[in-house]
């Protein structure tokens, strides 16, 4: 049997379920029609009697006789088709339960690759990739299909691993050279030769060398956020959300907050840098006189950070931009000193779905957006 494709299998399955209900049916409809035969036999002394009646006619006696197998097939048809609907209805309603059960054993495979696709399918930034159907059984079409689906993960697992391993590794490459650049920069300009010019030279290298290196920490924080979180404690977001607060330097908008316990389990160090980034986007993209406002709480039993800022007016249509590596409102790529590194929110995304939570954005109609992250 196990060897049979389950095509074959569910045909053999049908055939002799509907075999042995046609059986049944037969069985059932014989008994049933015996039984009236026997229970409806007929009256010999009252034929005898009627033929007496009609003094001997055999002629009579003939139509007689006629009459009366007439009627009494007429009763056997009748309690046929009464009696032997009553059986079809109940063997239909049992053959239909054994096939509903059987149908389910049968496709039992199926339902384990599709939650195995949806678990796959709920996870986020590629962490569910490893998980594997491994289906036991015969060699048939759905023992086929999980094996080509298990192929799909196992490369799709391999080719996120080699891009994350790709970033770390680039980023780590690239800070050795960048730390390199600064020593010399800050040895030619600190010397007391050095002309003006070649002060001011080397100030503007700093400034664009420390540009590149929050650059490499920026891909180097977004390709570790992007793994599960090996280490978790408990950490409440109001504290970081404080601590965050209480760095930020002065002279910017007007920051408020309303910081009510949101106790959630994670690494302190990701979700630090997740406020911390939500904070300093509030701050950077506001306008002149605006104010940031910080909340924290539980709701429904998960925490919940909102950050809300008082910037330009951001369309709808741009919301899924901002939380795209690289990527500014309009599309416009970042460049400039003095402008973001575009990384921001892409980290604070890829946070929140390692601790199995979302951050989404809404705009305000007045400008500025708020920013919900529920983990």
């Known amino acids: 049997m196990n060897r049979l494709t389950i095509r074959a299998r569910l045909t053999l399955l049908y055939v002799v379920l509907f075999t042995v209900a046609g059986l049944a049916l037969l069985a059932i409809t014989y008994f049933l029609v015996r039984w009236q035969m026997n ?20 002629k009579a006696l003939r139509e007689l006789l006629q009459t009366k ?15 032997g609907g009553i059986a079809l209805a109940l063997v239909l309603t049992a053959a239909t339960g054994v096939a509903w059960v059987l149908a389910g054993r049968a496709l039992q495979p199926l339902h384990r690759i599709t939650a195995t696709a949806g678990r796959i399918a709920a996870s986020a930034g590629g962490r569910g990739l490893h998980e594997r159907i491994a289906l036991k059984g015969p060699e048939d079409e ?22 994350r391993r790709f970033v ?35 100030d503007a290298l700093l400034k664009v060398n420390e540009r590149h290196e929050r650059l490499i920490d ?5 390709a570790d956020s992007e793994h599960e979180v090996a280490e978790q404690t408990s950490v ?22 309303l910081l009510d316990p949101a106790p959630v389990t994670g690494d302190p160090v990701l979700l630090e840098r997740l406020v911390q980034n939500l904070v300093e986007n509030a701050v950077r993209h506001n306008v002149p006189d605006g104010w940031v406002r910080v909340e ?4 429904d039993g998960r925490a919940r950070l909102v950050v809300v800022n008082s910037g330009p007016v951001v369309p709808a249509y741009e919301l899924e931009s901002i939380f795209q590596p690289f990527r500014r409102l ?42 919900t992250t529920t983990l």
Request: charged share 20%; net charge negative.
């Open 296 to 299: 924290t709480a539980t709701v």
């Open 236 to 257: 409440d977001l109001a504290d970081v959300a404080e601590y965050v607060l209480e760095a930020l330097p002065s002279g910017g908008p007007v920051v408020t907050s």
């Open 69 to 83: 197998t007439e009627e009494s097939n007429n009763a056997t048809l009748t309690t046929l088709l009464t009696q």
């Open 168 to 202: 770390a590794n680039a980023s780590h490459e690239l800070r050795t050279p960048l730390a390199l650049n600064r020593a010399l920069v800050e040895l030619a300009i600190t010397r007391p030769e050095a002309s003006a010019d070649a002060r001011q030279l080397g």
């Open 330 to 371: 309009g599309r416009e790529r970042v460049g400039g000193p003095s402008r973001g590194l575009g990384l921001g929110l892409s980290i604070v995304r890829a946070i929140a779905q390692a601790h199995r939570g979302t951050v989404t954005a809404t705009p305000r109609p007045g400008g500025g957006l708020t920013l």
């Open 39 to 58: 229970a409806n036999p007929f009256d010999t002394k009252l034929i005898v009697t009627d033929l007496l009646k009609t003094g001997g006619d055999f």
């Open 142 to 163: 759905v023992k086929q299909l999980a094996d080509t689906f298990d192929a799909m993960l196992s490369r799709l697992d391999h080719s996120f691993d080699g891009q």
């Open 218 to 222: 920026g891909l180097l924080m977004l």
